[in-house]
């Protein structure tokens, strides 16, 4: 028994924040940003919008597509990093938004591969018959969190959701994903307040994300690039036989140093970091409604899904759509 995607969605908030209006907000210039990240603009929430009003509109178009009602869903699992409340988890929040009352609804954070995370844990309960129509969502209000002061980071996030729906199928769908962690470079990319911490920072003001991104950059092309490989031999594929790559879009360099070690040329990799920026969780299933809904990714194909992100996490997911 595999899981396989029977629709897919995506919401982008209205708002939306050039480089120009960055230049005058911190020490930077449009150039800058675009040739060393590839971003020219990004979505950003509007006030009082959180990450579970993202993740409905989301949810409800991969529905439509799905051609699914709130009765049929019997899963929700939620990536976030940034849930609107501590709990009831968005997740639940979603369910209640969605009118499905009953089923297992959760969240989980794995910083910006919570949508790998979400998507590989979702697929092991259809696999094994404990559900038969999951909600696979990644949302993210990252610019929330971000210290608007700080030229490195702020930047390079955007707001937005992406979300799918599987249902159970003989074939595949889902041959393998592949999920990783290590916490010995929790100090390169955090943010680093919380509830248990006490929300010191927060209240003195002094909380936001902060990144070593010249040592996360490197880790992540090195990583992402064995990621690649790995996936691609647990599953016994070549990457000739790969029709698209769906990265993480965190920059364009990472992005086209993975296409260049899969051999891939740019127009078989959805790109849409120049439009959204860096959403976090929200940015894998972004770029697969993307590229779904333009038509350039078409039924049968064979797509390769990776992200990378704080902690440090990182995983992969290899789908026949
Ligand atoms: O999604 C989770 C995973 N995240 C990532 O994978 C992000 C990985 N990192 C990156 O994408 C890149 O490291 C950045 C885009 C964050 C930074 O690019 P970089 O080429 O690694 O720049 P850098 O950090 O080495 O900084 C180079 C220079 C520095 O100035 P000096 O010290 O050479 O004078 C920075 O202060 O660029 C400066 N700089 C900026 N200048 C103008 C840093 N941010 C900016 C900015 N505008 N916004």
Redesign the pocket.
């Known amino acids: 028994m595999y899981s396989t995607i029977v629709g897919t969605g995506s919401y982008l908030p209205e708002r939306v924040l050039t480089n120009a209006e960055l230049e005058k907000l911190?020490?930077?210039?449009d150039e800058?940003?675009r040739t060393?990240?590839g971003i020219s603009r990004r979505h950003i929430a509007a006030e009082g919008q959180t990450t579970t009003d993202l993740a409905e509109q989301a949810a409800r178009r991969a529905m439509e597509a799905a051609g699914v009602g709130p009765g049929d869903i019997d899963l929700i699992c939620v990536g976030t990093t940034t849930p609107d409340l501590v709990f009831p988890n968005v997740g639940t929040l979603l369910q209640d938004r969605l009118g499905i009352h009953g089923c297992a609804a959760f969240s989980l954070e794995a910083a910006?591969s919570s949508f790998l995370y979400a998507l590989g844990v979702a697929d092991k309960f259809v696999r094994l018959g404990d559900a038969k129509c999951a909600l696979v969502v990644g949302a993210e209000t990252l610019t929330r969190i971000v210290d608007w002061t700080d030229?490195?980071t702020c930047?390079?996030f955007g707001d937005g959701a992406g979300a799918v729906v599987l249902k159970p199928s003989k074939d595949p769908g889902i041959i393998c994903t592949r999920l990783h962690s290590d916490g010995r470079y929790k100090d390169l990319?955090l943010y680093p307040d919380g509830v248990s911490k006490g929300f010191g920072l927060v209240r003195q003001g002094k909380a936001g994300v902060q990144?070593k991104?010249?040592e996360?950059?490197k880790f992540?092309v090195n990583t992402l690039g064995g990621l690649v490989s790995e996936t691609l031999e647990a599953c016994g594929v070549a990457r000739q036989d790969l029709d698209w790559l769906i990265p993480?879009q965190?920059?364009i360099r990472?992005i086209e140093a993975i296409a260049r070690r899969l051999d891939m040329p740019p127009e078989r990799v959805i790109v849409t970091i120049a439009e959204q920026g860096?959403t976090?969780a929200a940015s894998v299933p972004l770029a697969l409604d993307t590229g779904v809904r333009d038509g350039r990714i078409k039924r049968g194909q064979l797509l390769l899904l990776e992200a990378?992100?704080?902690g440090f996490t990182w995983g992969s997911a290899l789908i026949r759509f």
């Open positions: 911190v020490d930077t210039t800058w940003i060393r990240t910006c030229r490195g930047v390079l990319l990144m991104g010249n996360v950059y992540a993480h965190a920059n990472i860096n976090s990378f992100g704080g």
